[in-house]
């Protein structure tokens, strides 16, 4: 991987303290698939361009194939799982697959994340808003209209991300 020595870092992954033995320049994504073994975050471009790998790091959406380790030392990372609630889907993530907002799955927990996000600033966007807050996430196979449909539909409901 790189000929620098290996650093202890530590952070809490889905309120889960952990502690990894790892490379400084080692991405948080391989971070949290292989070692933690949460795979609901998708690996699309690996460049920071399509959003599949979309995680929430201290409160704010970072991609996750951009983040290197040596920045995760005491953060806080929110994955994909760590949105459901006692076993159970939130309202957004119903509402994705009740709208058709979910296909081949590679897109979704980064348009999901990045609602999330969103939804945390602004429980009420408008459709602007949520055009503009998943304008970094790429779908090849939606066409976008049903993900808008899924997000709005949860936006109207109580406590969406609960």
Do not use: W
Not at 68 to 73: F, I, W
């Amino acid at each position: 991987m790189s000929n620098s020595a290996k650093i202890t870092i530590s952070c809490r992954i889905n309120q889960r303290p952990c502690s990894f033995e790892t490379y400084p320049m080692t991405r948080l994504i391989d971070l949290i698939r292989d070692d933690e073994h949460f795979t609901g975050t998708k690996e699309g471009c690996g460049e920071g361009e399509c959003g599949a790998c979309s995680v929430l790091m201290n409160g704010e959406l970072v991609n996750s194939c951009l983040v290197p380790a040596v920045q995760v030392n005491g953060a806080d990372i929110i994955t994909i799982e760590g949105i459901i609630r006692e076993n159970k889907f939130s309202a957004l993530q119903e509402a994705f697959v009740d709208f058709g907002g979910v296909q081949c799955g590679i897109c979704t927990p980064g348009m999901v994340m990045a609602t999330v996000y969103l939804l945390g600033k602004n429980p009420n966007p408008t459709e602007a808003e949520i055009r503009e807050a998943i304008a970094g996430n790429i779908c090849r196979c939606t066409g976008y209209t049903k993900i808008f449909e899924a997000i709005q539909h949860a936006c109207g409901k109580l406590g969406a991300l609960q």
